[in-house]
Structure formats: structure tokens, C-alpha cells
């Protein structure tokens, strides 16, 4: 076959990229990798860890979908921590500190062992476009490759400048030159772009910080998975986190440096994330604060290095190093690489389809930080879904995107596509309507059937997830057939009163004071597969509020289903004000269920529409008939 | 069909003495004539029946006929109960059939469902468009009126609360490293407790009904010295069924509840509407226009004796400063003194001074309200905001049953989330995006 011909082409190797990659060449496409430099794929640029509030739940949706990143970050992983353990199943999450150099490793692998993967080491500078089909990419050297579907995930490199005091460069990342000729391509196309930033702090050698100064913070035990195909015996050594603070003195220093800063000095016109603030601008903002919590993570096993979390900065390299010395065990600590902020282009995600398929360039999609997000994980996800759906594209099957309803993936897309964005964007348990349901503990019950359909799902993990299901299946019946009479003391001591009637064990789980566990060991029930007995535990202690959310999605799911013609004429729907129909102009929503998530989009609007659509499909099926 | 959801409606403009009929559209109709009627009756045939409440107790007496899908005004199952009419009797009927599960209708819905349902010609659908246009509109306005006052501070006041409890329960969920833990706060759950004791004393107080009275707004506008208040005394005045007296906002505007043929009606008397430059006049004007803009009906005012010569340039100049409203009449005052040859269809002679004409402006004001309040008033703006007030209620009563439980975080967060659902109906939306604003303009979030 061709060397210039594939299926699918990936521009771009981090976190989305190769998601993208492996999802549309698992999918069976010719699909071919294009990256900058190869010993940068699966490149952390931020902080050493996967996971957290919120992103959990995208890792473990990615890993139902036979993604890469869970079980790269638990060959990885050498810090495990379940957050939340205490407020609930569905706020609950893992969070996994990394050594960079074995994630990497670990990409790496996956992608150089995937069938029908290719990876090249160019940069893309053009993409060849015909009308408003793109049909390939030109290469630094000149090289063309060509495929009808394109996924871009060129991260903070496109038009990237790093700021560091009042000193600033071109940049992708510390270290990695820019992609400004594409910037500049994609610049003359009629795509909507922005300017984000986003920073990260001096990283620290750990040979000079005092850690008997410092709070550690060990990993949990039993030590959490990411993924639902491992065990917790493929994690490396295990090492701890540590905790310091900052002090008013810190404070002062970086006062007194903040006329050398490009965020209070103009030089930075993107916008950064409020969740994510830069330490000059917490102390600016929180004046009142009079210490920082810093949260010291380890780079790797066999490195020294480590990362202090809480103190991104631009301010100058003299100002940085006098704030990191004002900080407890960090008196005499030596900076190995200085923090810097970046700012990058990014393009306006409401011009995206659900398929994450650019609106003006068929066959074109986008995925990562270029639609305005932030994190491995948003990334990752996209990628994901973009590589899915660039491959299904080539296979003339209709876009996949799951509901706000089905994953957290499915919210991500969507709050990108209707509502756009103003900072970096970051998943949060609250942006999800229907949290309760969207949990990480059974994102493979939500999304491993889909995959398994769309051709992700490999054999072992389909396996595994069957026998899950028919697990769950046996003990949810086994309880409901395992009568207790009133009197029975093993039971009683949890319950701290007599039963009032004969009880089978599935009722008995209803009552908050139950646990599953306990329960199997005093009825000598035991079961070791506690992935199964958790998942009955919570189907049926949260029954009432799963049907409640249930009929909500029901009640949406309507309004879902109702599609609207990607070119409707919004100023011929009678009674919209042009505020209204302006706003959907500038989205196009493709269904009346995300219409009315527009913001200022009433109900009454809502209700135009469908008379709209309602009365234009009747005279189409005139016209037609 | 795509929409789920039962919905009712007053079909019938309020009022004292005739008809009131309230129209139930949805899959809950065989319910809720079981629960009300005792019985789902023939379909098409008319029977009389005590309209019953949750304990049994007679609400009214009166008509109820049954529509069986498709053969109804909108395509679905229809139930219309023909009571007495009366808006507190009305109201009862109303809240028993959402608590039994229906919900109120949006401005024009039955119409809307009528012809997504084949009811109607596709030919009506730019008419349809209009109607819920304009009843749209005519809701907003009103919803906006129904949050003046003393209701509107309460509500603020609860939303506030439980805004300020949402940001510190969910800022504890989102960021769990950031110190904040809500399960470890006694003060959530003594918050918890007074905003559900502040949501059940706005309940209570406007279930007795001094909220939900106060009916159609009528303002009083016209030069100074036209004879507005001594028009607004004769109409007060003479009418023996003045219910209260609510104190003027302000020094300029003067509110009075009178009945007109059984319509509760509000007057406002405001100041005289002419460019001054005294500030206390000027602040006057501007609340005058303000309620102008809110009422349902404006009363222009003219001196006839003053405006001999220039009556018609007069009246048109005034008309032209009414912001979009069409629902006006002119009451030509001083007809003691002078009176035009001509008078035309919206215009009335009266004098304040004799009382002559004040029964004919009365009777042209209750025809028009007639004709208004088929669409959303007050009244039925300010039922909405009770009905969101009951649900969100509900939701808050399970959180603080949660509370206790200390491993039901995410439980009570989602019962705080309804709550604000519910209570979005009132204040507009608060989006996930707001919530996480506000957080980040609280606490300190970020490593």
C-alpha cells in the first residue's frame, strides 16, 4: 500500500493524540501518527499525575472504551489516592501520581505494538484542502499525506509564546519549538480563535529540600486502580507525596515582583483558569490569605526532581527563586527548570459538531487543548472521540457521541459545543446534571457494550467485563433469594434493632447502616470479587435517586432525539428575537435538547422552534409526496 | 408524542361570578379524575361532580368532562373541570391537580400541543407562534411584577441562602484538598433548617392568600393636576369591596385593591408625568414610568377643561410616551365643565368631581381586563412561583433528613440541585458555570 495514503492521519502525540491514534487503528483504519519529535509521545507537560475530581471519571470512561491512559498511568503510577472516599460513590475519585518516564514508556509501547498504526517524525505545516473537504497534510520537509479524515491535536504549540518575567519566546512547551506555520494556516481559514493561558511552577531538585521539614502524605492502602482491567500488581514502587505552605514572607516577595510580571503588566492577553490561578494571583486576589497550600509531588522514581504544586508563575527567575527559598524545607532549594506561563491559540469549540468534526472543513477534526480545554484527561477523551469518529467516518457510519446522560465525556463535548468557553476548560463532578449515575465505579457498565461494538473493546477486556456483569448479576439474585428471620443476631448487630418481619438481604442493603462487606463475612457469604459487590451495593442503595435521575433523562431524552437541520434559516422562524436567533446561528445546535442548553434560550423560543421545524417538515414531505 | 408531562392551565379569564374552567392536557388525566371526580367520566359526556382535595374535602361543585386522546383540543387526554370560578376556588382546583402530578402549563402551551399533534392546520402555525410570542411576553411582565415587593425580597433572601450552601457543598466535592469540608460543618445543616423554615413561611403566608389577591394592575398616569387621584378616590371611593391597603412604595405611587365585577384589581397612582428639574420630582417620573411599563392596564388621565384647544395633539403626545402598550383607556376628567363633540372607542367622559361617567369607565375597564387576563396575569405568575417554592421545598425537607447521615454527600448535593432547579423558575437559570464563579470568587481553589 501507498506510503502517502491511509485512512485516518493524527497530527499530534500527546494525550489526545494518542487516544485518536489508537482508537481509530484498534477500529481497523490505516492510520497513520504525525508528531513533532517521537520521544515526546505521552509527554506529561504539567503536573506528574492522572486523575482527580472529575477526571477520574473521564480516565475510567476512556479505559471502558479500551483506551490507553488508565493502564499507562497504573504501570506508572507510583502514588495512589482515592479523593472523596467518604461523600459518595459518584463524587468518589482516584487520582495517580506518575513517574513521567515510565508513562511515557508505557505510551510508547502501546503505540509501537498497535496493528495498523503508523508513526512518522514530521511537523505539519499545511493541510491540503479541496473546497471545504480537507484531504490531507504537508509536512515540514515537504512530505504529503493523505486521508479523508485529519485529527488535529496540536495541544499549546499552535502560535505558543512562553513568558517568564518580562522575557518571552516562541514555544510549544519548555523545550519544544512552536507549530506557527500551521497557526498561521489555520489563521487564513474561517475558524474563530482565541488566545488561553495556562502555567506551571519551577520544578525543584529534590537533593536540596528538607523534607524532615515537611508533612508527608503517603499513597492509600489497598492501593487504588485506574483501570478496570488491573489488579494493583503491575504499579511500581510506591513513594509519598509531601505538604508545605507558603508564608507571608513568599507573599511579600512576590508583591514586591509584580511589576516584572506579564499578567499585571498587559503582556499576557489570555485568559487563564480561575481553578488554577497562578500563586501572584492568589496572593493578589486573596490578599487576605496568609499562606498557600503547596503540594509536592514526585517526578519519577528515578529522578530527583520534584514538582511543587500551587506555585505556577511568571514572574522572573530571581523572583522565583527568592519566593521558592521564603518556603519552609525549601530554604537552600535549587530550581532545575524555571516556571513559565504559555499562551496558545486555540479555536472557538461552538463551530464543532458533536462528532468533534470542525463545522467549515469536512473531514477535519479537533481534540485537545486546541478546542479551549485543559488537562490530560479532557484531552485524552477527545482524542478518543475524535478518533472514533474520524474512523467511523471513513467506514460511512454515522458519528458517535454519548448523551450528557451516558458519560462524562458525553457533558465535556456537549457544555464545549453549546455553551463554548472563556478559560481553559476543566471537568468538575458539579458540570455533570447527572452525577449521580455518571460514576467512575461503573463507567463500564455505561460504555463497555458501546465499544465493544465500535470495535475498541479487545477480547481479554470484553471477557472480563462479561463475567463482571453476570457476577453482579448472580449475587444481586443470591441476596434476593437469602431470607433473615427477626431474632437473628448476625444481622441485628448492624441493624442495632430487631427486624420487624422476615427480610430478604437485597432489602436489608436499603438501610444506610448496611454495608454489603460486612454483611457477606457474618453470613459466612463470602465474596471476594469486591468490583461486583459494590456495584449491587449501590444499585440498590441508590435505587430511588437512579430512578429519579432516570425519569429526568427521560424527560430530556425527547427533546434529544428531535434532530434540527444543520442549515436552518433561524431568521425565517417566526416570533425568535434576534438576540435568540443569533445565538443559535453561532451554535447550530443539531437537536432541540441541546437548543434549549443554550444560554438564553427560553422555553417559549423552544417552543418556536419545534413549531418551526414541525410545519417545514410537513411542507418538505408536500414537496417530496 | 415528544413532551411527557401532564399540564394545567385556568382555560377562563378570572373573575368573581361566572365560570372558571381548568384544563388538564396529559398522560395523569385518568388520575387526576379519579382523585378529584372519584371517576374517569364518559368520554364526551358532561356530569356534575364535587371537585374533591386531598383529604376529601369539597374544593367546588361543578362540570367535569373527559376527552379521550386523539379526539380532544390537543390531541392528548383532556380533562376540564367548570368550576364557580372565584381565584381562590380556581387556585384550589389548580394546586390539587399539580399535586397530583401535573405541572402548569407555559404560556400557550395547549395550543402548541394542539398542532404539534395534528390539532391544526399548518396553516396556523404563524398564529400559533404569535400567540405564544405575546402570552410569553405577557408572562414575563408578569412574573417580573410578581416579584416586587415584599415576595421578591423573601425570595431573594432563600436564594441567596441556598446559593451560599450549594458553593460550600459542591466546592467540597470538587476540591476536596482545599480544607473545605461541609460533613464536618454544623453550620450547613443549622443553615439547611432555616432556609426550608424560611421557604415554609413564604408558603404559608401566601397560601393564605394575601399574596395571590392582588389581582390585575391598573396605573393612573397623566399631567399633573389632571384629577388622577380624585378620579382614583371616586373609583376606590364608591366601590364598598376595598380589601386592603397597601402602603405607596414611595411617597409618589399610591397602591389601592378594589373588586371590579368580581376581578381583583390594583390601582396605581403615580405622579404626574412632565420633565421637571426638582431631583425628589424627577425620581417621582421615574418610578411613574416604571409601573407604567409593569401594568397590565394604563388609565390615562386628561383634563378636558385644560385642553380645549389642543385635545387631540394632547392625547396623542400622551399615548406616544405609554412604552408598547395597548391596553389603555382614556378617561376624559372635568366633563363637568367642557366636553368634546366627539368621542372615540377606548375613550371615556367622566368627572371625578360629580361622579358622572364613573359607572361607564368602570364598565370599560372591566371589559378590557376581561379581555386581558386570558392571558397570564399576576395571579397566576405569582402561583408559579409557589408551585417552584413547594418543590424546591421538598427537595431541601430530604436533604436534611441526609444530613445527618454522613456518608450522603453527593445525596444532599443533588437535593440542593433540584431545589435550585426548582427555584430557577423564579429567578432564571443558575448554570453549573455560575456555581463554579461563584466558587472561585469564594475560596482560594488551586494548586
Not at chain 1, 575 to 583: A, M, P, T, Y
Not at chain 2, 169 to 194: M, Q, R, W
Amino acid at each position: 500500500m501507498s506510503e502517502k495514503h491511509f485512512d485516518v492521519i493524527i497530527v499530534g502525540g500527546g494525550h489526545a493524540g494518542t487516544e485518536a491514534a489508537l482508537a481509530s487503528a484498534r477500529m481497523g483504519c490505516r492510520t497513520l501518527l504525525l508528531s513533532q519529535n517521537i520521544e515526546t509521545l505521552g509527554q506529561m507537560s504539567c503536573n506528574p499525575a492522572i486523575g482527580g475530581i472529575g477526571k477520574s471519571h473521564l480516565v475510567k470512561e476512556i479505559d471502558a472504551l479500551g483506551g490507553a491512559m488508565a493502564l499507562a498511568a497504573d504501570q506508572a503510577g507510583i502514588h495512589f489516592r482515592t479523593l472523596n472516599a467518604r461523600k459518595g460513590p459518584a463524587v468518589r475519585a482516584t487520582r495517580a501520581q506518575s513517574d513521567r518516564a515510565l508513562y511515557k514508556a508505557a505510551i510508547r509501547s502501546v503505540l509501537e505494538n498497535q496493528q495498523n498504526l503508523y508513526i512518522i517524525q514530521q511537523s505539519v505545516e499545511d493541510l491540503v484542502v479541496t473546497g471545504d473537504r480537507v484531504e490531507g497534510v504537508v509536512t515540514q520537509m515537504g512530505l504529503h499525506f493523505y486521508a479523508s479524515a485529519v485529527v488535529l491535536t496540536v495541544g499549546t504549540f499552535l502560535g505558543g509564546v512562553i513568558h517568564v518575567g518580562m522575557e518571552k519566546q516562541q514555544g510549544g512547551r519548555a523545550g519544544d519549538a512552536p507549530s506557527n506555520r500551521l497557526a498561521s494556516r489555520l489563521r487564513e481559514l474561517p475558524f474563530n480563535v482565541g488566545r488561553l493561558k495556562t502555567g506551571t511552577p519551577p520544578r525543584i531538585d529534590g537533593k536540596t529540600v528538607d523534607y524532615s521539614e515537611l508533612q508527608a502524605q503517603p499513597g492509600d492502602e489497598p492501593r487504588p486502580v485506574m483501570s478496570y482491567l488491573s489488579t494493583g500488581e503491575e504499579h511500581p514502587q510506591q513513594v509519598s507525596c509531601f505538604i508545605t505552605h507558603t508564608s507571608e514572607k513568599t507573599h511579600d516577595i512576590i508583591r514586591a515582583g509584580l511589576d516584572r510580571s506579564p499578567l499585571y503588566t498587559g503582556e499576557i492577553d489570555g485568559v487563564g483558569p480561575r481553578y488554577c490561578p497562578s500563586i501572584e494571583d492568589k496572593v493578589v486576589r486573596f490578599a487576605d490569605r496568609s499562606s498557600h497550600q503547596i503540594f509536592i509531588e514526585p517526578e519519577g522514581l528515578k529522578t530527583h526532581e520534584i514538582y511543587p504544586n500551587g506555585i505556577s508563575t511568571s514572574l522572573p527567575y530571581d523572583v522565583q527563586l527568592a519566593l521558592v527559598r521564603s518556603i519552609k524545607g525549601f530554604e537552600n532549594a535549587h530550581i532545575t527548570r524555571p516556571g513559565y506561563a504559555i499562551e496558545y491559540d486555540f479555536f472557538e469549540p461552538r463551530d464543532l459538531q458533536s462528532s468533534l468534526q470542525t463545522r467549515h472543513l469536512a473531514g477535519l477534526y479537533f481534540a485537545g487543548q486546541i478546542n479551549g480545554t485543559t488537562g490530560y484527561e479532557e484531552a485524552a477523551a477527545q482524542g478518543l472521540l475524535a478518533g472514533i469518529n474520524a474512523a467511523r467516518q471513513v467506514q460511512e457510519l454515522t458519528p458517535w457521541c454519548p448523551d450528557r446522560s451516558e458519560a462524562y465525556i458525553g457533558v465535556l463535548v456537549d457544555d464545549l459545543i453549546t455553551l463554548g468557553t472563556k478559560e481553559p476548560y476543566r471537568m468538575f463532578t458539579s458540570r455533570a446534571e447527572y452525577r449521580l449515575v455518571l460514576r467512575q465505579d461503573n463507567a463500564d457498565r455505561r460504555l463497555t457494550e458501546q465499544g465493544h461494538s465500535m470495535g475498541l473493546v479487545d477480547d481479554r477486556r470484553w471477557r472480563l467485563f462479561s463475567e463482571k456483569l453476570s457476577g453482579i448479576e448472580t449475587l444481586s439474585e443470591k441476596l434476593s433469594k437469602h431470607w433473615v428471620q427477626p431474632g437473628d443476631d448476625r444481622v441485628e448487630a448492624f441493624t442495632g434493632k430487631q427486624l420487624s418481619r422476615e427480610y430478604n438481604l437485597l432489602e436489608l442493603l436499603k438501610r444506610p447502616e448496611v454495608e454489603i462487606k460486612a454483611l457477606l463475612a457474618a453470613l459466612d457469604m463470602d465474596n471476594n470479587n469486591v468490583a461486583e459487590s459494590e456495584q449491587v451495593e449501590i444499585d440498590v442503595k441508590y435505587a430511588g435517586y437512579i430512578v429519579r435521575q432516570q425519569q429526568e433523562i427521560d424527560r430530556v431524552k425527547s427533546q434529544q432525539d428531535l434532530s434540527i437541520p444543520s442549515d436552518l434559516d433561524y431568521v425565517a422562524v417566526a416570533g425568535l428575537s434576534n438576540e435568540v436567533s443569533q445565538k443559535l446561528c453561532a451554535v447550530r445546535p443539531e437537536t432541540i435538547g441541546q437548543a434549549a442548553r443554550i444560554s438564553g434560550v427560553t422555553p417559549a423560543a423552544v417552543s418556536l422552534l419545534l413549531i418551526y421545524l414541525k410545519r417545514h417538515k410537513a411542507s418538505a414531505a408536500l414537496k417530496s409526496a | 408524542m415528544y413532551e411527557k408531562d401532564t399540564i394545567t392551565a385556568l382555560a377562563t379569564p378570572l373573575g368573581k361570578g361566572g365560570i372558571g374552567v381548568v384544563r388538564v392536557s396529559g398522560p395523569l388525566v385518568e388520575l387526576v379524575a379519579k382523585e378529584m371526580v372519584g371517576e374517569l367520566p364518559k368520554s364526551r359526556v358532561a356530569a356534575y361532580r364535587n371537585f374533591l382535595d386531598a383529604q376529601g374535602t369539597v374544593i367546588d361543585q361543578g362540570l367535569v368532562l373527559y376527552f379521550k386522546a386523539p379526539n380532544s383540543f390537543t390531541g392528548e387526554d383532556v380533562l376540564e373541570l367548570q368550576g364557580h370560578g372565584g381565584p381562590v376556588v380556581m387556585n384550589l382546583v389548580v394546586a390539587r391537580v399539580l399535586e397530583l402530578g401535573a405541572r402548569l402549563a407555559k404560556p400557550g402551551e395547549f395550543s402548541e400541543r394542539a398542532f404539534l399533534n395534528d390539532k391544526m392546520d399548518l396553516s396556523q402555525a404563524e398564529a400559533i407562534a404569535d400567540l405564544i410570542d405575546s402570552a410569553s411576553s405577557q408572562a414575563a411582565k408578569s412574573a417580573l411584577r410578581s416579584l416586587q415587593g415584599e415576595f421578591s425580597k423573601k425570595v431573594n433572601s432563600i436564594i441567596k441562602g441556598l446559593i451560599e450552601l450549594r458553593v460550600y457543598v459542591e466546592a467540597s466535592i470538587d476540591f476536596p484538598e482545599e480544607e473545605i469540608d461541609f460533613l464536618d460543618n454544623p453550620k450547613i445543616g443549622e443553615d439547611l433548617d432555616t432556609l426550608v423554615e424560611k421557604i415554609d413561611q413564604l408558603i404559608e403566608q401566601a397560601g393564605q392568600g394575601a399574596l395571590l389577591r392582588e389581582g390585575v394592575s391598573i396605573v393612573l398616569a397623566g399631567r399633573p393636576n389632571a384629577g388622577k387621584s380624585s378620579l382614583m378616590n371616586c373609583l376606590t371611593g364608591q366601590d364598598t369591596s376595598i380589601v386592603t391597603e397597601i402602603a405607596g412604595t414611595t411617597r409618589d405611587v399610591v397602591n389601592e385593591l378594589i373588586h371590579l365585577e368580581g376581578v381583583p384589581v390594583r390601582l396605581i397612582d403615580t405622579a404626574g408625568l412632565r420633565k421637571g428639574n426638582n431631583p425628589v420630582e424627577i425620581e417621582g417620573v421615574r418610578r411613574a414610568e416604571k409601573e407604567i411599563a409593569l401594568a397590565d392596564y394604563v388609565l390615562v388621565v386628561v383634563d378636558l377643561n385644560a385642553h380645549r384647544l389642543d385635545l387631540t395633539a394632547h392625547i396623542d403626545e400622551l399615548l406616544a410616551t405609554l412604552p408598547k402598550v395597548e391596553n389603555y383607556i382614556v378617561a376624559l376628567n372635568k366633563a363637568d365643565l367642557w366636553q368634546p363633540e366627539h368621542v372615540s372607542e377606548k375613550q371615556v367622559l367622566v368627572s371625578a368631581k360629580t361622579g358622572k361617567g364613573v359607572d361607564d369607565l368602570r364598565a370599560l375597564i372591566a371589559e378590557g381586563i376581561g379581555l386581558r387576563v386570558s392571558s397570564e396575569g399576576t395571579f397566576i405568575a405569582r402561583a408559579r412561583h409557589l408551585d417552584a417554592l413547594q418543590r424546591g421545598i421538598q427537595s431541601l425537607v430530604r436533604g436534611q433528613a441526609l444530613f445527618g447521615n454522613n456518608t450522603a454527600g453527593e445525596l444532599l448535593a443533588e437535593e440542593l440541585r433540584s431545589c435550585q432547579q426548582a427555584l430557577g423558575e423564579i429567578t432564571g437559570e443558575f448554570t453549573s458555570d455560575d456555581l463554579l464563579g461563584t466558587i472561585f470568587a469564594s475560596f482560594c481553589i488551586g494548586k
